[in-house]
């Protein structure tokens, strides 16, 4: 791109923000020194020029700005809720209710809430995928990579946070499951689990501790990592650029002005994704059961949805491996990708090799199969089993490492795959085993946690 027509991009800009925000500009004024500092911040998290081969929607399929939209939604409708939600035991059931029922627009509000904070958790989590099979972890992404970890951890943390505030019975007890977790922790565990809770039970300082969380500290911490995910983004001009696996990295990439050509993009894809949005708050409620009961548990309890699967893991492994040494390796093994030593920089390349993508889908249908097989035989063993105690707590451990030896063992046997493409299949094979944990402690945990069709439950 023309040099004079870059200039002319950032005149254009510039003289719309002075209309607008600053008034006419005076030469050598500290005013208009100040406002050429706060512009020249304002755009850097925006591009003037953008490689051109990244405007195609399947690359990126705008996940990372349709989180963006989400938050936003989610601010919004979170400061309108404000006006109205009271947070004590005694008062936060019934400012719900009046809120859906006494409030004009309030029912479609919350909804809109509800669905954004749940729509953002899955979206966030395909975006990481994404950036994960196009190699965007590699030089110069590293640490925005362990940056975007930090913001999907928050947005948990969100959502997390916000699902007791209703005070019902599904918050209440699933809240009350969640934290219950964390007694397993060797040591600290009860410790931990008291400073969640604000104390020995789930109670007003739990209460008031969570809508803090809710409403100060998380969305600070979400505008702060945000703020500095997208300046990384823009340091490492812009997402990375796909290619074959045969072709270099361009040095110096055709692009094309951001205005028109990516703003446009991110403003249809943020339009179609907000009608979405309201359309489903439309048709579907937000979920509010009766008003939280602490002397009647309701069963079966459950954690929220995002945290079903390693509840799951609960009824296959002994506590301290799922609830500790399991998501504190995974942590571990997500925040150190970028930096193993990989063969080449695949940058860019879709799952790095058609070979790679073979392995993917070997990996997907594995874990699709073979971890139902691994529930239902755990279900069906002769007695009930105590899995905190000798032999009994080793063998899921076991079958499982078994499975993870064997399908390695068979890639390279038939695909003879490098150390990055085992460890990529090895990445999805450990999320599609999670997608089934989450869907069956979803859709097949009937009363007392035992396995059941969905219509059985619903019965």
């Not at 950032?10 to 050429?36: E, K, T």
């Not at 104390?199 to 409403?215: K, M, N, R």
């Amino acid at each position: 791109m023309a040099e004079e027509d870059r200039q002319q991009h950032d005149g254009l800009f510039h003289r719309i923000w002075r209309s607008v925000f600053r008034g006419p500009v005076i030469p050598g004024n500290d005013r208009d020194r100040r406002w050429v500092v706060f512009n020249t911040l304002l755009l850097h998290f925006r591009p003037t020029q953008v490689p051109e081969r990244t405007l195609r929607y399947t690359h990126t399929f705008g996940l990372g700005g349709m989180s963006l939209v989400l938050v936003l939604l989610l601010f919004a409708t979170g400061i309108l809720m404000m006006f109205v939600y009271q947070p004590s035991p005694a008062a936060a059931y019934d400012s719900v209710t009046s809120l859906q029922e006494d409030v004009l627009f309030g029912r479609l509000v919350r909804n809109t809430h509800h669905w954004s904070a749940n729509f953002l958790v899955g979206i966030a989590l395909l975006h990481l995928l994404r950036v994960y099979l196009t190699g965007g972890y590699h030089t110069p992404r590293q640490f925005n990579w362990v940056v975007g970890l930090v913001l999907l951890l928050f947005i948990l943390v969100g959502n997390f946070t916000g699902y007791l505030l209703p005070w019902d019975q599904l918050s209440y007890w699933a809240i009350t499951i969640s934290t219950a977790m964390l007694a397993y922790v060797p040591r600290v565990g009860e410790r931990l689990q008291q400073l969640a809770r604000g104390g020995p039970e789930i109670s007003s300082a739990t209460l008031i501790g969570f809508y803090t969380l809710h409403t100060t500290v998380v969305p600070a911490v979400l505008i702060a990592v945000s703020a500095l995910h997208f300046w990384r983004v823009r340091k490492a001009r812009g997402v990375v650029i796909p290619r074959r696996p045969d072709e270099a990295v361009e040095d110096k990439p055709v692009s094309v002005l951001f205005l028109p050509n990516l703003l446009t993009r991110e403003v249809a894809a943020a339009c179609a994704l907000v009608a979405v949005v309201v359309l489903v708050s439309v048709l579907c409620n937000a979920p509010l059961g009766a008003e939280a009961n602490p002397g009647m548990s309701p069963n079966p309890a459950k954690a929220p949805w995002y945290f079903l699967g390693f509840q799951e893991l609960l009824l296959h492994f002994h506590p301290v491996i799922a609830v500790v040494l399991i998501p504190l390796a995974l942590a571990v093994f997500f925040a150190a990708l970028p930096y193993i030593r990989y063969r080449e920089n695949l940058s860019g390349v879709w799952m790095m090799s058609a070979v790679g993508r073979r392995a993917g889908i070997a990996a997907v249908v594995t874990g699709f199969v073979v971890t139902p097989v691994l529930i239902v035989a755990d279900e069906l063993r002769p007695a009930p089993v105590d899995l905190s105690s000798g032999l009994s707590g080793i063998l899921p451990v076991v079958a499982v490492l078994a499975v993870i030896a064997v399908f390695v063992f068979v890639l390279q046997r038939r695909l003879a795959l490098p150390k990055e493409e085992t460890v990529q299949a090895l990445v999805i094979l450990m999320l599609a085993a999670m997608v089934v944990l989450t869907v069956v402690g979803v859709w097949f945990r009937g009363a007392g946690m035992s396995l059941a069709w969905p219509w059985e439950i619903g019965g």
